[in-house]
C-alpha cells in the first residue's frame, strides 16, 4: 500500500473516532436537555442533592487538559475537542470528595450513544451515593454524638466532621445537620 494511502487511511480512522465520541457527547447532553458542557454542569449541581460537578478533558493541538472550573466552562471554545468528562462531588464541611467518574467518549465498550447517555447517568447516580455515604459519616448533630456515645461508647461531640448521623436520631431526624 502507498504511504500516502495508509496516511489517508489513518487520517479517516482518526476522524471516524472523533465522529463517534462527538456523537456520544451528543447523545449525553440531549438526554440532560443540555445545549453544551457548561449547561450540562449546572443541571448536575442543580439536580443532584449532593450538588455533582462535571469536568472535561479537552484536546488542545497536542496537549490534554481537564477544565472543571464553571467560567472556564462556558468559554470554552468550538473547536476544543471534548475527550472524556468527569461527574465528582466535594462533601460540604468536611475536606473530603467522592471519586472522579470518568465517561471517556471513546470507550469501545458504547456500542450507541445512547450507552454513553446511560454510562452519564450512572456516574451521577454513583456520585450522589458517595456523597450521601460521606454525608453520613460525618455530619452527626449533638444528639447523634451522645447517642452512639452512649452505646458504643464513642467520645463524640457531634457537628464535628467525625460524627456519623444516628438514623433514629430525634433532633435531627437522621438528617444529620449542616455546620
Ligand atoms: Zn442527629
Given at each position: 500500500m502507498p504511504r500516502e494511502w495508509e496516511e489517508y487511511e489513518r487520517g479517516e480512522e482518526i476522524k471516524s473516532m472523533g465522529q463517534v465520541a462527538t456523537a456520544n457527547l451528543k447523545a449525553i447532553l440531549e438526554a440532560n436537555s443540555a445545549d453544551n458542557v457548561a449547561q450540562l454542569n449546572r443541571y448536575a449541581y442543580k439536580y443532584t442533592d449532593c450538588g455533582a460537578s462535571v469536568g472535561v478533558l479537552i484536546h488542545r493541538g497536542l496537549d490534554s487538559e481537564w477544565i472543571y472550573d464553571s467560567d472556564a466552562l462556558r468559554n470554552l471554545?468550538?473547536?476544543?475537542?471534548?475527550m472524556a468528562l468527569s461527574v465528582n462531588s466535594i462533601v460540604e464541611g468536611v475536606d473530603e470528595g467522592t471519586d472522579s467518574h470518568i465517561v471517556d467518549l471513546?470507550?469501545?465498550?458504547?456500542?450507541?450513544p445512547e450507552m454513553a447517555a446511560d454510562a452519564y447517568a450512572r456516574a451521577l447516580e454513583e456520585v450522589e451515593k458517595e456523597a450521601a455515604d460521606i454525608w453520613n459519616d460525618t455530619h452527626g448533630c449533638e444528639t447523634c454524638a451522645k447517642h452512639w456515645n452512649e452505646t458504643i461508647e464513642t467520645e463524640l461531640e457531634g457537628d464535628d466532621g467525625v460524627t456519623p448521623v444516628w438514623?433514629?436520631?430525634?433532633?435531627?431526624g437522621g438528617q444529620g445537620s449542616a455546620f
Open positions: 471554545k468550538p473547536d476544543d475537542f471534548i471513546f470507550d469501545e465498550a458504547f456500542e450507541t438514623v433514629d436520631c430525634p433532633d435531627c
